[in-house]
């Protein structure tokens, strides 16, 4: 495929993402390269293609479906290390396949941008209330949002989101910002992620124009800040941030706050914005559960039933695929896109064999066992002690509990027996292993802070 042909590809992508979009990150995309299932996209700057990627990957990649092209992943390259384009690629020899996949364009709104002047991040307009399945998991965080949704008086400020990669974090926020959009169109609502928030922040350091972000911050209504645990660690953003929030919260402006964990949790974050974003509401998102799973199934292969003309999908592959699939949503929802365009491609039903073939390396990786070196690795990580000593001989508290902590979380999410784990914890008894096991089990019983730590960890290794 040549940059024409993409060219001409791409200007169906002006509907779905808005023409401000298409011209700022659409338009300078050069496809360097189509091969393997791979499309190879030569991009100014890596932040470029992280924000292409996460925001347009998916209309990207489903554009180039339509147009023959079996596209299963984008990557992106900066100017130039990207590669010649190649002669003849695959993309040409699969240019005859039939269209297989239409974009879910009709879960959408159809207005993927914020208002002009706000230096926001597209909302996704398939992330809203009613698309976002309530579990137990998430029942908690979902009634926040959608309490915060109401945009009447400021309860609790912020509102703290977090939990694990894609369990619905981004799509809470979203639905926040279409729900407030629609119900009051006079408040200014700003989503972003916290990286832009520092692109933002630094490109107006560059052009001198830092009263204007400021001023331009402190205007707004509502201030939504995604993945907050990106600052951590940038210290003149952190500060920046922190200021942003003060000011607002002093106006009695809403703030949503997301994170992949507590804000205590994070790692860098100076302790005046932890124990700020502690002021508010802190909920978080559970991992899911299989009735979850399976909800969220039911509801996409309902809408994608729509799409592939009644292409139906029997309720045991749903199960097999809630079973199967628990590491996060989206891959059970990436899972259940390939499955469609793959069998609507070769024009075969949806069994569970087709699924087990079409899945084969998504069913491999989340069948995959956690290592105890994985456990010893995030614990030693979280404790701030060396993975060595995980294995050697210290009997100090502050060395010895924490290794009891890996000893505990060894012997529950892996199945290896107490003498295995015994082996890699530098060759001790399993009576050693066993009473580790017992001790953390009291203690947690009693010790709210290391019940915590260890939910926290079990997250941290099964997220
Ligand atoms: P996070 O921001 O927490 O990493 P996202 O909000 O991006 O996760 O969610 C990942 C994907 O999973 C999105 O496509 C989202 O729509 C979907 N998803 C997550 N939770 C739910 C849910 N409860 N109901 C429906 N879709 C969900
Ligand atoms: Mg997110």
Redesign the pocket.
């Known amino acids: 495929m040549t940059n024409e042909t993409w060219g001409q590809i791409r200007e169906g992508l002006i509907s779905r993402v808005g023409r401000n979009n298409y011209t700022t990150w659409i338009e300078p995309l050069r496809l360097s390269q189509l091969e393997g299932g791979v499309a190879l996209f030569e991009v100014p700057t890596p932040f470029f293609g992280d924000w292409v990627q996460r925001n347009y990957g998916d209309h990207i990649r489903n554009q180039l479906l339509t147009s023959g092209a079996l596209v299963e992943r984008l990557e992106f390259l900066v100017g130039a290390e990207a590669p010649r384009p190649a002669a003849t690629s695959s993309s040409e020899r699969a240019a005859g396949a039939r269209p297989a996949v239409a974009a879910p364009a009709s879960q959408t709104r159809g207005r993927a941008t914020q208002d002009d002047d706000l230096p926001g991040a597209p909302l996704d307009g398939?992330?809203t209330f009613e698309?976002?399945?309530?579990?137990k998991p998430?029942e908690l965080a979902h009634a926040a949002a959608r309490r915060v949704a109401e945009g009447g008086p400021v309860t609790f400020n912020p509102l703290f989101l977090y939990?694990?990669?894609?369990?619905?974090?981004?799509?809470?926020m979203h639905a926040i910002a279409h729900e407030l959009r629609e119900q009051k169109p006079d408040l200014k609502v700003l989503y972003l992620s916290a990286e832009q928030f520092m692109y933002r922040f630094i490109q107006a350091l560059r052009d001198k124009q830092v009263m204007d972000f400021k001023s331009l911050f402190r205007s707004v209504d509502v201030l939504m800040v995604?993945?907050v645990q990106f600052i951590a660690g940038k210290d003149s953003t952190q500060e920046e941030f922190f200021h942003t929030f003060n000011a607002l919260v002093d106006q009695n402006k809403q703030i949503i706050i997301?994170a992949d964990r507590a804000p205590g949790e994070i790692k860098d974050l100076e302790d005046r914005i932890k124990s700020r974003l502690q002021c508010g509401l802190v909920v978080d998102?559970h991992p899911?559960d299989y009735e979850?799973r399976l909800?969220?199934l039911q509801?996409k292969a309902e809408f994608y039933r729509g799409q592939y003309g009644g292409l139906a999908i029997s309720h045991g592959v749903l199960e097999f695929l809630a079973h199967r699939i628990t590491t996060?949503?989206?891959v059970?929802?990436g899972a259940l896109t390939r499955l469609y365009a793959f069998a609507s491609l070769v024009g075969r039903e949806i069994t569970l064999e087709l699924a087990q073939d079409c899945l084969a390396d998504i069913l491999r990786a989340s069948d995959r066992k956690l290592s105890i070196e994985e456990i010893q690795r995030k614990v030693a990580e979280h404790y701030n002690i060396r993975l060595s000593d995980m294995i050697g001989p210290k009997r100090l508290r502050t060395i010895a509990r924490p290794r009891q902590v890996a000893m505990y979380l060894s012997k529950q999410l892996t199945s290896r027996s107490l003498p295995e784990i015994g082996r890699r914890f530098g060759g001790r008894d399993h009576t050693t292993i066993m009473h580790g096991v017992r001790k953390i089990e009291e203690l947690a019983a009693l010790d709210s802070q290391l019940a915590d730590d260890i939910q926290l960890l079990k997250r941290l290794l099964q997220g």
Do not use: A, C
């Open positions: 398939r992330f698309s976002f399945v309530v579990g998430n939990g694990g990669v894609g369990l619905g974090k981004t799509h809470l995604d993945d997301s998102l899911t979850l909800g969220i509801q996060n949503v989206r059970l929802e």
